[in-house]
């Protein structure tokens, strides 16, 4: 699969899974991408990867795709929506951005506009790894790149439909953890907020649908990223490298101990 492929069957909203890297281990990286994810992100806000670790691990990621059973496209949260976030991360050679903290159309626009060059945005021309995977012709480029906008705080819940209208706009994703937090939940995943949660989610997933565009959730495992597909979301991303670790690790010492 090539970059363009990627953006076509995210447009068509076709289902996707992906799986969620935090950690600085390109090895870790290129086994899963050739597990058949269809995605496989690089946390730049939170995960635990300098801009160093982005481009090896999109490298390892590319590595792993080329022998797994499907293709798997590299995509990059970036730590903020600015141009120098965005712009390094596509040089890179990811296929698409996850923009976190969208609260309005106007973030969305500026998000787009960091991504692509003129005259659809005001990318700065110098796509070093890129040219390689996408090649150099600007147009190109703006063909093959995913936006994703985070829907995560009070104003982007409140302003979802202005967002999921804005133009170059791709796809939405679901920040589970601050989405609650921004519903009054006390921590993540605080039963208390339930039902006000899973009514975001579903008004998330309806307002992308009646907009046309693709709506994507982060969940914790396989069971959950099933659900939210059958619920309408076109593409779920499964839990992360170091939650899995830290999971497994404790299971095998639960057993050995007992």
């Known amino acids: 699969m090539n970059a363009n492929d990627f953006a076509r069957r995210v447009r068509s909203r076709e289902k996707l899974v992906g799986y969620w890297v935090t950690l600085d281990v390109p090895p870790a990286a290129e086994r899963i991408a050739r597990l058949g994810y269809d995605y496989v992100v690089l946390d730049g806000q939170h995960g635990l990867i300098g ?14 795709s080329a022998i797994g059973p499907r293709p798997t496209a590299g995509l990059v949260r970036v730590e903020a929506n600015d141009p120098t976030s965005i ?16 609260d309005s159309a106007d973030d969305v626009a500026r998000a787009v506009c960091a991504a692509k060059y003129p005259p659809a945005g005001a990318r700065s021309f110098g796509p070093m790894r890129a040219a390689l995977r996408i090649g150099p012709v600007p147009a190109d480029s703006n063909d093959a790149t995913v936006v ?3 829907i995560e705080t009070p104003l982007g819940l409140r302003n979802v439909a202005e967002i999921c209208a804005t133009p170059g706009l791709d796809g939405v994703y679901v920040g589970p953890s601050d989405l609650s937090l921004a ?7 605080d ?16 307002t992308a649908q009646e907009a046309g565009i693709a709506a994507g959730i982060h969940t914790f495992d396989g069971d959950s990223a099933k659900k939210r597909l059958d619920q309408g ?5 499964v839990a992360s490298d170091l939650s899995h670790l830290e999971a497994i690790a ?9």
């Open 51 to 64: 801009y160093q670790g982005l481009m090896t691990g999109l490298l390892a990621i590319d590595a792993g």
């Open 148 to 150: 994703l906008a985070m």
């Open 250 to 258: 404790a299971a095998h010492l639960n057993t050995a101990r007992s």
């Open 233 to 237: 979301y076109t593409y779920a991303t």
């Open 191 to 206: 039963p208390e907020v339930e039902g006000p949660f899973e009514e975001a989610v579903e008004l998330i997933a309806r």
């Open 87 to 102: 712009g390094r991360a596509l040089d890179a050679g990811a296929t698409g951005v996850i923009v976190p903290l969208v």
């Open 183 to 189: 519903l009054g939940a006390r921590f993540p995943g």
